[in-house]
């Protein structure tokens, strides 16, 4: 493919990705990120998959893949705390942090600009356009849509692009190990899990911030998946401020009156160790749950990549690994054609049916789920 000036919306590893992929193909690349100061310390950990190991040795990062830690086994908790199975399961888990300073630093710094938000993007037979939530313009041969769950890309292909909510949220919480009392010392090592009619939890070990390995600098995080009474996400993501957010509500945003109403909640309904780590939180976040299914994922000069094109649901680990695939199998494609629209239809071709098996396995798990 012939030198492209190539404009990602949305810096996350999606975008960092192709940015970096397509910068070292040669082509002219910026990546532009709404958020005003970054993305670092958003993530907490991730089960590593082929399609995310086979980008990091491309990208030349491969050994972020082995700083992990190791959970030994799972168990299944008792309501009453007693364990009511174990499973010789060994699994890593990545910390998300670590990957992402990781992965961002092969990327050319005036290449990533952040506070950029963009508002619109306007194709045309020669290119598309891009316009900023300032008014101002630039022009691109390809845009790739990176820009995740409320991606402003993917309406501009998709005629119906909401992202339908699951009926359920996840709470989430990521503290220090050490802060976990001794008698909840059981949830280190091993993957732990609650599930009965209604109540699925479980909680892992993932590394420190900076990649952190050693006992006593991990952390842990646990996850609750709770339904939504009637689907009422505007006062779930209701901020203690009064803010209101669209998908989800973040660490510190949450009121002492419902923190404490998830403490008690987590004390009358689940085992007592994942009860003490759910109360070693003091400011836990709620993921809302959400799915969506591009029915195109390309035009003649834009593309969606990672959750822009599928949102797929947690349960399936799966989401930055299909997001590495996205781009690896765009990159193949640009690099087998001259020809921009033709090479974006194989992509397409290819990654449809993809995201499609993922989001309806996520469905599946979720539903066994809750």
């Given at each position: 493919m012939?030198r ?5 919306v ?10 970096i992929?397509f910068?070292?193909d ?24 082929r ?14 893949a ?22 010789a ?26 506070g ?6 306007v194709?045309?037979l ?29 309406p501009?292909?998709?005629r119906?692009?909401?992202?339908r ?9 990521l ?36 990649g ?6 991990r ?5 609750w ?9 505007r ?15 973040p660490?510190?945003?949450l009121s ?12 009358s309904?689940?085992p ?7 109360e ?15 029915a ?6 834009m ?6 094109a ?9 989401g930055v ?15 087998g ?26 469905r599946?798990?979720g539903?066994?789920?809750?």
């Amino acid at each position: 493919m012939k030198r492209l000036r190539i404009r990602i919306v949305g810096g996350s590893l999606a975008g960092l990705f192709a940015g970096i992929l397509f910068q070292r193909d040669g082509h002219d690349v910026r990546i532009y990120e709404r958020s005003s100061s970054g993305l670092a310390g958003r993530g907490a950990g991730l089960v590593g998959q082929r399609d995310l190991f086979r980008i990091l040795r491309v990208i030349g990062c491969e050994h972020v893949a082995r700083v992990g830690v190791v959970a030994d086994e799972r168990i299944y908790f008792n309501r009453d705390g007693s364990i009511a199975e174990r499973l010789a399961t060994p699994q890593m888990q990545i910390s998300w942090d670590f990957l992402y300073s990781t992965v961002a630093s092969h990327m050319t710094a005036d290449s990533y600009m952040i506070g950029h938000p963009i508002d619109s993007v306007v194709e045309s037979l020669e290119g598309a356009q891009i316009i900023f939530a300032d008014g101002g313009r630039e022009e691109a041969d390809l845009v790739i849509g990176a820009d995740g769950l409320g991606s402003v890309v993917r309406p501009l292909l998709n005629r119906d692009a909401s992202n339908r909510f699951a009926g359920y949220v996840a709470w989430r919480g990521l503290v220090p190990e050490t802060a976990l009392p001794q008698e909840a010392a059981i949830l280190l090592d091993r993957f732990a899990f609650y599930i009965t009619g209604g109540i699925h939890v479980l909680g892992y070990l993932v590394p420190g911030p900076h990649g952190e390995t050693g006992r006593g600098e991990r952390r842990y995080n646990w996850v609750w998946y709770r339904p939504v009474a009637g689907n009422d996400l505007r006062t779930e993501f209701t901020a203690a401020d009064g803010r209101i957010f669209d998908y989800s509500l973040p660490r510190g945003a949450l009121s002492d009156e419902r923190l404490q109403i998830l403490q008690k909640d987590a004390l009358s309904m689940l085992p007592p160790q994942l009860a003490m780590a759910v109360e070693a939180e003091p400011q836990p976040s709620i993921q809302g749950i959400f799915d969506f299914e591009a029915a195109k994922m390309v035009s003649a000069h834009m593309a969606l990549v990672g959750d822009a094109a599928f949102v797929v649901r947690p349960h399936t680990a799966m989401g930055v690994s299909k997001a590495a695939g996205d781009v690896l199998a765009l990159r193949e494609a640009l690099m087998g054609s001259d020809d921009l629209p033709e090479a974006l239809a194989r992509y397409e071709q290819e990654r449809l049916p993809v995201g499609k098996y993922i989001a309806d396995y996520g469905r599946q798990l979720g539903a066994s789920a809750l």
